[in-house]
T-cell receptor, first 112, second 113 residues
Framework: DQQVKQNSPSLSVQEGRISILNCDYTNSMFDYFLWYKKYPAEGPTFLISISSIKDKNEDGRFTVFLNKSAKHLSLHIVPSQPGDSAVYFCAARIQGAQKLVFGQGTRLTINP | KAGVTQTPRYLIKTRGQQVTLSCSPISGHRSVSWYQQTPGQGLQFLFEYFSETQRNKGNFPGRFSGRQFSNSRSEMNVSTLELGDSALYLC????????????FGSGTRLTVV
């Protein structure tokens, strides 16, 4: 079963606008949610995380929102830059375990 | 500081063979995890080692195994390779309990022919 889902395989956004990437989850035993960015031929790079007891975390151009009642989280990138073009993975950590469950990823393309 | 180092970067093997992949974590990181990335399944958790002990295991067959050495370096082994084992294998190291501290290596691209 897919406990973490990213329903949009791809997203195209104009440079300077906001990029919104979405993620849904089903397991209530996740204690942290994370976003990773991945370029081809490289490993994922950590972007930002949020605790399950929070509803927002911000780091520069990146903000993650968590809606626990809807079991939904989103990553906002403002403003979007060409270097943001990559595959973005949503991940959730199982409480008490060093184990991440990943979504399938969303390919973000920033158009000039 | 040096990142997570995975060797080799690329590997081509024949069905039925076995393969060993290596991962050197960031100095001081004692937790090492392995993930498999395939186009259809995304990143899937294989196992996690800490202090030479496997603490967590994903839903993979017994052909997938691993170990960790006293210096925290880790290896994973896949025996009796199948075509479906073709994937990017990623290793991540972290400080215990640190969230967001999962640092991934660049991976080993395994192709089974």
């Amino acid at each position: 079963d897919q406990q973490v889902k990213q329903n949009s395989p791809s997203l195209s956004v104009q440079e300077g606008r906001i990029s919104i990437l979405n993620c849904d989850y089903t397991n209530s035993m996740f204690d942290y949610f994370l976003w990773y960015k991945k370029y081809p031929a490289e490993g994922p790079t950590f972007l930002i995380s949020i605790s399950s007891i929070k509803d927002k975390n911000e780091d520069g151009r990146f903000t993650v929102f968590l809606n626990k009642s809807a079991k939904h989280l989103s990553l906002h990138i403002v403003p979007s830059q060409p270097g943001d073009s990559a595959v973005y993975f949503c991940a959730a950590r199982i409480q008490g375990a060093q184990k991440l469950v990943f979504g399938q990823g969303t390919r973000l393309t920033i158009n000039p | 500081k040096a990142g997570v180092t995975q060797t080799p970067r690329y590997l081509i093997k024949t069905r039925g063979q076995q393969v060993t992949l290596s991962c050197s974590p960031i100095s001081g990181h004692r937790s090492v995890s392995w993930y498999q990335q395939t186009p259809g399944q995304g990143l899937q958790f294989l196992f996690e080692y800490f202090s030479e002990t496997q603490r967590n295991k994903g839903n993979f067959p017994g052909r997938f195994s691993g170990r960790q050495f006293s210096n925290s370096r880790s290896e994973m082994n896949v025996s009796t390779l199948e075509l479906g084992d073709s994937a990017l294998y990623l290793c991540a190291s972290s400080l215990v309990g640190e969230v967001g501290g999962y640092t991934f290596g660049s991976g080993t691209r395994l192709t089974v022919v």
